[in-house]
């Protein structure tokens, strides 16, 4: 399969036998990096790192990636570009490609701004634009995400069932892109997945829509639900997780303020008992501890999350390995 110059910003935009492949690629890479086998497999490559927001996972297994296959990341701040003076996408598509063989790209705070903007990156770049999250998806946590899922259960994830469920935080309006891209990627996977949230939490349309198509077209089934202890009942993956309200991303302390009336949607023993024995805790990180999820249950036998993270290494390696 050869899916070099290819995008990725959304997983839809790959078809599953593209993400299978890719998937197979991060487990030997894995096994390669596990054994100190080298794996130069872009040598003297360059990949821009944009960032219009903060991170630790996305920035340094991107980082840190690249460098493993050989060739360099470079770290680019919106605010410290001219980006912050207004350049335009387009612009950034044109030169960038002409300095190097991928653009990164992490535009998430802004409901409507980030899968816009790398859309138009690429409509000009001739090198791949890969989405580090946007307003829309995260395509490369999920598929992280899905990794980790299946390293556990196996390939066939028929009939488990995946709690994506809300859950409070004080600390800042997350965005909507790890719900929104675990529903639409569980969901082509045959996976029972339920969403849970209150009512204020809406996802945006298009995601959901995808979610339903996806449901319907590979045997698994999508619902919406209002309350954490329903979605986790029986479950065998909880994600549990805060996000912002969509229209209140501008005005922050007004989210606070009604996302307190909610510190209830907390995932803790007592709600983990709902789930299967061996059900997993997954989480993208950074969590708010104490307020999303309880240290006994993020620090306990259910917990996959340094796994979780790891992969985060691994599949960005195989994306890059197989586009640029
Ligand atoms: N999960 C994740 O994307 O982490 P960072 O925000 O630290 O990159």
């Not at 409507?112 to 995260?138: F, I, L, W």
């Not at 997945?193 to 809406?202: D, N, S």
Request: charged share 25%; aromatic share 8%; proline share 5%.
């Amino acid at each position: 399969m050869n899916l070099k110059g290819r995008d990725f910003i959304s997983t839809q935009d790959w078809s599953k036998r593209e993400l299978e492949f890719a998937l197979d690629k991060a487990g030997e890479l894995k096994e390669k990096f596990k054994n100190g086998i080298p794996h130069r497999e872009l040598p003297d490559k360059t990949a821009f790192l944009i960032f219009f927001d903060k991170s630790t996972r996305t920035r340094n297994s991107f980082e840190a990636g690249i460098t493993q296959l050989g060739g360099h990341g470079h770290f680019i701040e919106a605010h410290t570009s001219q980006i912050a003076h207004g350049e335009s996408p387009k612009d950034m598509g044109i030169i960038l490609s002409g300095y190097g063989h991928g653009i990164a790209i992490r535009h998430d705070l802004v409901p409507g701004e980030g899968n816009t903007y790398m859309r138009e990156v690429a409509k000009y770049a001739s090198v791949p634009v890969m989405n580090m999250q946007c307003d829309v998806d995260h395509p490369f946590q999920m598929m992280a995400d899905l990794m980790t899922i299946k390293e556990v259960y196996g390939n066939n994830l028929k009939g488990k069932k995946i709690a994506v469920s809300w859950a409070y935080a004080p600390s800042y309006a997350k965005p909507m892109s790890v719900p929104q891209g675990l529903i639409m990627l569980m969901t082509r996977f045959g996976m029972d997945v339920v969403l849970a949230h209150p009512p204020e939490y809406t996802l945006m349309d298009e995601p959901l829509n995808h979610a339903r198509k996806n449901a319907k077209e590979n045997g698994g089934s999508f619902e919406i639900v209002d309350s954490m202890e329903e979605a986790f009942k029986d479950a065998d993956v909880v994600y549990p997780k805060s996000w912002g309200i969509m229209s209140l991303f501008g005005t922050p302390e007004k989210a606070l303020e009604i996302s307190k009336k909610y510190k209830r949607w907390i995932c803790d023993e007592e709600k983990m008992k709902l789930t299967k024995p061996d059900s997993i805790y997954m989480h993208c990180l950074p969590a708010d501890r104490g307020f999303e999820v309880t240290d006994e249950v993020i620090d306990g036998k259910h917990s996959v999350i340094y796994q979780e993270a790891e992969n985060r290494l691994h599949t960005a390696k195989a994306i890059m390995a197989i586009t640029m």
